[in-house]
């Protein structure tokens, strides 16, 4: 049955002022929820209560271990609907439901851990150079502006929220269009924690109108965003405009480098994992395989099996390891790139269609796709396909293989799989990526700060400095001199 669900604007839960949408269900298509697009009045309407609700005593007065508290209250919020929050997110976007159950279980230790970061952190008493003592403060930046894509919407969310509340902003919402029911149901467990009316608004709808508003809006003092590489940049040049600060985790081609002394069932199931979990539709999708020469058909005939043995399926099942794409035009997008693969040059060793069978019929299902023979420099080599399709390419020179891993716009993350830590010290060195990970793929951890270099993107999130990304800093001097200031009086 269709639900139709409202959504937070002002503190107020009701429907946005735009047209009626419905979300479907990637599985088969059915239509999950009805719920209204915002406008540009609405993000105003969000903005200029937020701007009011964040000076008012119940949040602008709050210490930070009650700030702290409320985080946490979150977090168990979170905790305490966990399983109805995972089958949502499945319904949202496709994602196989244990998949989801590990989003909300990381989205509820994010604002754990911002809550602890919250209350530890410390402002600064800094070196004086005379007679005057000088303190370093942060503050909360304002109103900020929240974007994310529909991938793995819970913990993006979280991501944002938990560091912003935590420094003392308040949060406007744009989530993606497709997704937009766990930034709602967020609001409502932060509301339900304590976080005062107008502090946090949710405003789904499309990019191109409810985004662009917002960050266009000039009480939005920072724009958290996660998305495509292409709005990103978009947003950046609009950001200018008020000098704005930004964060950006933008697309990925992330390169994964097995050794000729790597254990290859490990890298195996790692690069397996990489690249096919959430099929594909992830930012640090392992899509590029860099495989040593010397061991490239073994690791070939391995992988192989293991790909023919991936489940995928009904992402209500406790077994699926891969469930459908989040739509029919992303499918037909992805389908594109692998004909381009094949137009290139490359030879399809499994996949290369979608899965055969009743069940499949009304959804955007594709199967795991393994592509060997295409240079590094093809298109499909080149560009973020964000579906599961994985590229073979064999190598034998260091020097070179650093070459063709760097020789990508993107540079968000790698992987390694060697038996000997100096070479994975020496290559990880020379990867131009945020994150490397060393005989393991796709680990998150949210203590250590997450982000891109090159058009992958730019700050940071996660880690306990997190927080001070949602702050500005003020220096107070403090004069301590018995006379008046000489310059004046000599
Ligand atoms: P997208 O860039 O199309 O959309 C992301 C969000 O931006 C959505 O909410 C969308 O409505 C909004 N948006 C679109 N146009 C806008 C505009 N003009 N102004 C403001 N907002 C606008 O991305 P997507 O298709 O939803 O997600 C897939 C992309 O996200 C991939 O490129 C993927 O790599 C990237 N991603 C990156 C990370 C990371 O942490 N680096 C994580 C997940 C996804």
């Given at each position: 049955m269709t639900e139709k669900i409202q959504?937070?604007?002002?503190?107020?839960?009701?429907?946005?002022?735009?047209?009626?949408?419905s979300t479907?269900?990637?599985?088969?298509?059915s239509t999950v929820a009805r719920l209204?697009?915002?406008?540009?009045?609405?993000?105003?309407?969000?903005?200029?209560?937020?701007?009011?609700?964040?000076?008012?005593?119940?949040?602008?007065?709050?210490?930070?271990?009650?700030?702290?508290?409320?985080?946490?209250?979150?977090?168990?919020?979170?905790?305490?609907?966990?399983?109805?929050?995972?089958?949502l997110?499945?319904l949202d976007?496709?994602?196989?439901?244990?998949?989801?159950?590990?989003?909300?279980?990381?989205?509820?230790?994010?604002?754990?851990?911002?809550?602890?970061?919250?209350?530890?952190?410390?402002?600064?008493?800094?070196?004086?150079?005379?007679?005057?003592?000088?303190?370093?403060?942060?503050?909360?930046?304002?109103?900020?502006?929240?974007?994310?894509?529909?991938?793995?919407?819970?913990?993006?969310?979280?991501?944002?929220?938990?560091?912003?509340?935590?420094?003392?902003?308040?949060?406007?919402?744009?989530?993606?269009?497709?997704?937009?029911r766990?930034?709602i149901?967020?609001?409502?467990?932060?509301?339900?924690?304590?976080?005062?009316?107008?502090?946090?608004?949710?405003?789904?709808?499309?990019?191109?109108?409810?985004?662009?508003?917002?960050?266009?809006?000039?009480?939005?003092?920072?724009?958290?965003?996660?998305?495509?590489?292409?709005?990103?940049?978009?947003?950046?040049?609009?950001?200018?405009?008020?000098?704005?600060?930004?964060?950006?985790?933008?697309?990925?081609?992330?390169?994964?480098?097995?050794?000729?002394?790597?254990?290859?069932?490990?890298?195996?199931?790692?690069?397996?994992?990489?690249?096919?979990?959430?099929?594909?539709?992830?930012?640090?999708?392992?899509?590029?395989?860099?495989?040593?020469?010397?061991?490239?058909?073994?690791?070939?005939?391995?992988?192989?099996?293991?790909?023919?043995?991936?489940?995928?399926?009904?992402?209500?099942?406790?077994?699926?390891?891969?469930?459908?794409?989040?739509?029919?035009?992303?499918?037909?997008?992805?389908?594109?790139?692998?004909?381009?693969?094949?137009?290139?040059?490359?030879?399809?060793?499994?996949?290369?269609?979608?899965?055969?069978?009743?069940?499949?019929?009304?959804?955007?299902?594709?199967?795991?796709?393994?592509?060997?023979?295409?240079?590094?420099?093809?298109?499909?080599?080149?560009?973020?396909?964000?579906?599961?399709?994985?590229?073979?390419?064999?190598?034998?020179?260091?020097?070179?293989?650093?070459?063709?891993?760097?020789?990508?716009?993107?540079?968000?993350?790698?992987?390694?799989?060697?038996?000997?830590?100096?070479?994975?010290?020496?290559?990880?060195?020379?990867?131009?990526?945020?994150?490397?990970?060393?005989?393991?793929?796709?680990?998150?951890?949210?203590?250590?700060?997450?982000?891109?270099?090159?058009?992958?993107?730019?700050?940071?999130?996660?880690?306990?400095?997190?927080?001070?990304?949602?702050?500005?800093?003020?220096?107070?001097?403090?004069?301590?001199?018995?006379?008046?200031?000489?310059?004046?009086?000599?």
């Open positions: 959504t937070l604007i002002a503190g107020q839960w009701r429907d946005a002022s735009g047209p009626e949408y479907e269900y990637p599985a088969d298509g209204h697009a915002a406008t540009a009045d609405d993000v105003n309407e969000a903005v200029q209560a937020a701007e009011v609700a964040r000076h008012q005593p119940a949040w602008a007065n709050l210490k930070r271990h009650e700030r702290a508290g409320i985080l946490h209250r979150i977090a168990s919020g979170i905790r305490a609907r966990g399983e109805e929050l995972a089958q997110q499945r976007n496709g994602k196989p439901i244990n998949e989801t159950r590990a989003l909300v279980a990381s989205a509820a230790g994010t604002f754990q851990f911002f809550a602890a970061a919250c209350e530890t952190w410390e402002d600064a008493l800094t070196p004086a150079r005379g007679d005057y003592m000088t303190m370093s403060v942060h503050e909360p930046l304002g109103v900020v502006g929240a974007i994310t894509p529909w991938n793995s919407p819970i913990a993006s969310e979280a991501q944002k929220l938990a560091p912003a509340l935590a420094a003392g902003c308040a949060v406007v919402f744009k989530p993606a269009e497709i997704t937009p766990m930034a149901e967020l609001a409502k467990i932060a509301q339900q924690a304590g976080v005062p009316d107008g502090i946090v608004s949710v405003l789904p709808g499309k990019g191109s109108v409810v985004g662009d508003a917002l960050v266009k809006h000039p009480l939005i003092k920072r724009i958290a965003f996660t998305g495509g590489t292409t709005v990103g940049m978009g947003i950046q040049r609009l950001a200018v405009e008020k000098l704005m600060p930004t964060s950006l985790e933008l697309g990925g081609k992330s390169p994964t480098i097995v050794c000729a002394d790597a254990d290859l069932d490990h890298a195996v199931a790692g690069v397996l994992y990489g690249i096919f979990s959430s099929s594909g539709e992830s930012c640090i999708a392992g899509s590029r395989a860099f495989v040593h020469a010397s061991v490239y058909d073994e690791f070939k005939r391995r992988l192989l099996a293991g790909v023919k043995n991936l489940r995928v399926g009904d992402p209500a099942s406790e077994t699926t390891q891969m469930g459908p794409l989040v739509n029919m035009s992303h499918r037909a997008s992805v389908e594109r790139y692998v004909q381009l693969g094949i137009d290139e040059g490359g030879q399809v060793l499994f996949g290369g269609q979608r899965p055969q069978g009743a069940m499949f019929d009304q959804g955007s299902y594709y199967m795991p796709t393994v592509i060997e023979g295409l240079p590094n420099q093809a298109r499909m080599c080149q560009e973020e396909i964000f579906g599961p399709v994985l590229a073979l390419l064999p190598w034998s020179d260091e020097a070179d293989l650093i070459a063709q891993c760097n020789d990508n716009v993107y540079g968000l993350a790698s992987g390694i799989w060697t038996r000997d830590y100096k070479t994975a010290w020496r290559i990880g060195q020379a990867l131009q990526t945020g994150t490397v990970w060393i005989n393991t793929y796709k680990l998150f951890s949210v203590s250590t700060p997450f982000g891109g270099v090159k058009l992958s993107g730019t700050g940071r999130e996660k880690g306990r400095l997190g927080i001070l990304e949602y702050t500005s800093q003020k220096s107070f001097y403090w004069g301590l001199n018995e006379h008046p200031m000489p310059w004046a009086t000599a």
